[in-house]
């Protein structure tokens, strides 16, 4: 058993180094962003297993899918700056810090493993939900409203929605409800799931709409804000 494990282990540090790699060789990832992907990769492996590392791959996928999608038009919504493709260190800790976090009880607290595995999903699927509506509601959105005051705004501005945006976003987080699910079966924790990563997002938009434009907050912050959010979210949902 501890030969077995230890091969296992063996293999997703492999697996994690070649993604490394790759995604600085790519630009995709800086190297400290890179570095902290690993770091998380692992932690989340050794609280979660496959599946736990199965989702946060597929959260990368899709993140990095959408992200380098019609890059072009996304250039011309900032015209005096090029819209980023390669994500920094606090980015990834953003997005992925709440799974990471989550693992650390699931490693100390076995007893309520699935538990933490339901809100390590749900962070996910905020952290989906909120990449893709923002990054492809850029490019296919047609009316864009402040999520507070529901008054007509350009796109691209922090906490600015559309029905395209929010709708593409609803479907990241059904992605990674389904993932989570067919990996533990199918149950009342894909709808939890599927909810908090749809109302993470939104809180995500108002966050932006009211603290971030205040610059109390950064992008970083709030990204972080929406994963956490989901996951308490999704324990309250659960508890009910």
Same mark, same amino acid.
């Given at each position: ?11 997703? %540090?492999?697996? %994690? ?10 630009? !995709?990832?800086?190297? #400290? ?6 770091? /998380? ?25 959408? /992200?380098?999608?019609?890059? =072009?038009? !996304? ?29 650390? #009880?699931?490693?100390? =607290? ?43 705004? #350009? ?28 990996? /533990?079966?199918?149950? !009342? ?21 009211? %603290? ?7 992008? =970083? ?17 659960? %508890?009910?």
């Amino acid at each position: 058993m501890a030969f077995s494990s230890l091969s296992h282990i063996a293999l997703v %540090l492999v697996l %994690l180094i070649i993604v490394m790699v790759i995604c600085i060789k790519t630009g !995709k990832l800086s190297i #400290p962003a890179s570095l902290a992907a690993g770091l /998380t990769g692992l932690l989340v492996y050794a609280g979660a297993g496959y599946t736990g590392l199965g989702l946060l791959g597929v959260f990368f996928i899709l993140g990095t899918l959408a /992200t380098s999608h019609r890059k =072009d038009l !996304k250039a011309k919504i900032h015209p005096d700056s090029v819209h980023p493709e390669t994500r920094k260190a606090g980015q990834v800790f953003a997005n992925g810090g709440m799974a990471a976090l989550l693992a650390i #009880p699931m490693i100390i =607290d076995p007893a309520h493993a699935t538990l933490y595995g339901m809100m390590m999903a749900a962070s996910l699927a905020s952290a989906t939900a909120d990449t893709l509506s923002s990054e492809l509601g850029m490019v296919y959105g047609r009316n864009f409203y402040n999520i507070l005051s529901f008054k007509k705004e #350009p796109k691209g501005l922090d906490g600015v929605v559309s029905i395209e945006g929010t709708l593409i976003g609803a479907a990241g987080a059904f992605i990674i409800a389904a993932a989570y699910s067919l990996s /533990t079966g199918f149950d !009342k924790r894909f709808v939890i799931i599927l909810l908090a990563g749809v109302i993470g997002n939104l809180a995500d938009s108002v966050l932006g709409a009211s %603290l971030e434009r205040k610059h109390y907050i950064n992008n =970083d912050v709030v990204n972080f804000l929406n994963t956490f959010f989901a996951a308490v979210i999704a324990l309250l949902l659960y %508890l009910l």
